[in-house]
């Protein structure tokens, strides 16, 4: 046999081999935590109550942990003048009903535009000047909550140079550097110290981007998208065991991987309520809410948090579609 018909058959067979690594095959059972991101932004976007909604949330659906985005842009609106009180309100919530809380803190944080500096900052011009002001208001938000009964753990950033949807002007790896590098050394000097994480794109990202840097990564899973010039895309060539395998070979280097995104609401092109529901159904009904709570369970990591309860209880109480948040509501107790 010719070498170079040799070199062929050896390149097909490696990646043969590799992508049955990566694809074949279904993660070991294990017990996972479920929970979801509450946004007060995307609530309010949604016509909803954000602290009526959230204790809705808790109190229908209990689950094991949630997520709070902490909003830059509205907590120091004006340089140099904080306003905590709707942080500090979503928090109380959550310790009243004991629900451990992940709070989202820097620049990027969940849910669009993704960047969520204040318009202020926008003005400063030099990098130097960027860093000190984020820096600033990272320290006086971590020590009015450093104490805060509700928080378990920090998540610094979210998908922090992921720029296929949104990059974020001013935005440094220095910076992102620091802020994480002052949470865990704040949180080394605590009896009990909770984990710092960052947020990476699941699908479209290697996950080492802050390797040795926190202690862990949540990434993101999105089964069904709309495209422009394609129409509705399904990811069904992604199976959960590729997660899997990606989170065991890089835990000795990233920490713990768990699912800080798992889809549970359309994506759509325009705003959600600019976009007729049976649009909305193309990428996200129940089918493919049954779909994904199956795939959430067959992942075999140690968390999953849902994205879109807002969503759900927007269909339930405006739309005249009950049907998503009942489905939730089976799913958290089934898995209680």
């Known amino acids: 046999m010719p070498h170079w018909h040799l070199s062929i058959w050896i390149t097909v067979l490696t ?13 070991p059972k294990s017990e996972s935590d479920y929970g979801f991101t509450w946004s007060v ?10 602290d009526a909604g959230l204790e809705t949330a808790l109190r229908d659906l209990r689950p094991d942990r949630i997520r709070i985005p902490a909003y830059w842009r509205e907590i120091e609106a004006e340089r140099g003048v904080f306003d905590f009180s709707a942080l500090d309100r979503q928090l109380e919530i959550a310790a009243r009903h004991g629900t451990p809380v992940i709070l989202a803190v820097g620049s990027r944080v969940p849910r669009w535009p993704e960047c969520w500096e204040p318009e202020w900052v926008a003005r400063i011009s030099d990098v130097g000047g960027r860093h000190g002001v984020q820096l600033a208001y990272l320290k006086t938000l971590y020590e009015r909550y450093k104490n805060h ?25 220095g910076i992102v550097l620091d802020e ?15 984990p710092v994480y960052t947020g990476d794109s699941g699908e479209w990202s290697l996950w080492i981007g802050f390797a040795g840097e926190t202690d862990g990564v949540g990434v993101s899973v ?29 835990r000795p280097f990233i920490g713990e991987v768990y699912i800080s995104e798992m889809q549970m609401e359309p994506w759509t092109l325009r705003a959600i309520r600019e976009t007729p529901l049976e649009d909305q159904f193309k990428t996200f009904d129940m089918e493919q809410m049954r779909q ?21 209880l927007w269909m339930k109480e405006t739309q005249g579609h009950p049907e998503f948040w009942e489905k939730g509501k089976v799913f958290f107790e089934s898995e209680r």
């Open 149 to 173: 009964p509700a928080i378990a753990a920090w998540q610094v950033e979210n998908e922090s140079f992921f720029d296929y949807y949104a990059a974020c002007p001013g935005l440094t790896r």
């Open 222 to 250: 999105y089964r069904s998208v709309a495209t422009k010039y394609f129409g509705t895309l399904r990811h069904w060539y992604i199976t959960p065991m590729l997660y899997w395998r990606k989170a065991q070979l890089l």
């Open 292 to 312: 994904n709570f199956r795939y959430a369970t067959t992942l075999g990591l140690p968390a999953v948090d849902f994205w879109g309860v807002e969503w759900w």
């Open 41 to 50: 932004t995307y609530a309010r976007t949604l016509g909803l109550d954000p």
């Open 180 to 194: 994480m590098r002052y949470v865990r050394s704040q949180e080394a000097m605590r009896e009990a110290p909770r």
């Open 15 to 27: 990646l043969l081999a590799v992508i049955c690594f990566f694809f074949a095959g279904t993660p």
